[in-house]
T-cell receptor, first 115, second 116 residues
Framework: GIQVEQSPPDLILQEGANSTLRCNFS?????LQWFHQNPWGQLINLFY???GTKQNGRLSATTVATERYSLLYISSSQTTDSGVYFC?????????????????FGQGTILTVHP | DGGITQSPKYLFRKEGQNVTLSCEQN?????MYWYRQDPGQGLRLIYY???????QKGDIAEGYSVSREKKESFPLTVTSAQKNPTAFYLC???????????????FGEGSRLTVL
C-alpha cells in the first residue's frame, strides 16, 4: 500500500512563530487532505489539496504531486493551534482519477504552542 | 445543522461482549466510513460503504461488522472476535458521485471504547 511519512514528529513553538509541516507519500495520489485533531479527538478539515496551493487565514498548504509531497504552513502560531496535524492520501485508483475516500493517514505531527 | 453524529462518545464494556457504535449523518452524503485510531497513531480504515445495502472491507476489518440499511446510518459492531478492541473510533462521510467524486472526507467527533 501507499506509504505516508510526516515530519517532524514533534514540534514545539513559542506563540507568534511560523512553522512548516511536511508530508511525503510514496505513490501518485488523487486525494490529499490535511486535518487538525483537537484535544477532544475531533478531526477538523484544514485543506483538501491533491495539487496546487490554498490559503485559509494563517494557514496555507502546497502539494507538489509530481514530487510526491505536501507542505502545511502555519504563520503567527497561537496556543489554539496545538494538537496533532495529520496528512492523509488516497492512491490514484485508475487513469480517470476517481477518488473513493479511502484515506491512508500518516503518523501525524504533534504541535505544541507555548504562550 | 448538518453534520455527522456518533454515539456514545464514551463506552466501557467487558471483554467478550459485542458493542455497537452508532453513526448518523444528515449531509445527504452517499459514502460512509469507519476508521480506528490507537494512541499516538494515525487512523486506519475498517469498513466503508458507497451505497445503501453495500459495503466493503478496509484494511483492518477482522472482528468488526457493519450494515447500511439507510443512507443516513452506518453502525459498526465490535465483536468479541476483535482481539484489541480498545480504541478511538471515527466515522466519516463524503459525497460520492462516481467520476465526479472529490473524495473529501468529513469526520464525526468519535467514540472512545474501553474494554475492561
Amino acid at each position: 500500500g501507499i506509504q505516508v511519512e510526516q515530519s517532524p514528529p514533534d514540534l514545539i513553538l513559542q506563540e507568534g512563530a511560523n512553522s512548516t509541516l511536511r508530508c511525503n507519500f510514496s505513490d501518485s495520489v488523487n486525494n490529499l487532505q490535511w486535518f487538525h485533531q483537537n484535544p477532544w479527538g475531533q478531526l477538523i478539515n484544514l485543506f483538501y489539496i491533491p495539487s496546487g496551493t490554498k490559503q485559509n487565514g494563517r494557514l496555507s498548504a502546497t502539494t507538489v504531486a509530481t514530487e510526491r509531497y505536501s507542505l502545511l504552513y502555519i504563520s503567527s502560531s497561537q496556543t489554539t493551534d496545538s494538537g496533532v496535524y495529520f496528512c492523509a492520501v488516497e492512491r490514484s485508483a485508475n487513469a480517470g482519477g476517481t477518488s473513493y475516500g479511502k484515506l491512508t493517514f500518516g503518523q501525524g505531527t504533534i504541535l505544541t504552542v507555548h504562550p | 445543522d448538518g453534520g455527522i453524529t456518533q454515539s456514545p462518545k464514551y463506552l466501557f464494556r467487558k471483554e467478550g461482549q459485542n458493542v455497537t457504535l452508532s453513526c448518523e449523518q444528515n449531509l445527504n452524503h452517499d459514502a460512509m466510513y469507519w476508521y480506528r485510531q490507537d494512541p499516538g497513531q494515525g487512523l486506519r480504515l475498517i469498513y466503508y460503504s458507497q451505497i445503501v445495502n453495500d459495503f466493503q472491507k478496509g484494511d483492518i476489518a477482522e472482528g468488526y461488522s457493519v450494515s447500511r440499511e439507510k443512507k443516513e446510518s452506518f453502525p459498526l459492531t465490535v465483536t468479541s472476535a476483535q482481539k484489541n478492541p480498545t480504541a478511538f473510533y471515527l466515522c466519516a462521510s463524503n459525497l460520492f458521485s462516481g467520476l465526479a467524486n472529490t473524495g473529501e472526507l468529513f469526520f464525526g467527533e468519535g467514540s472512545r471504547l474501553t474494554v475492561l
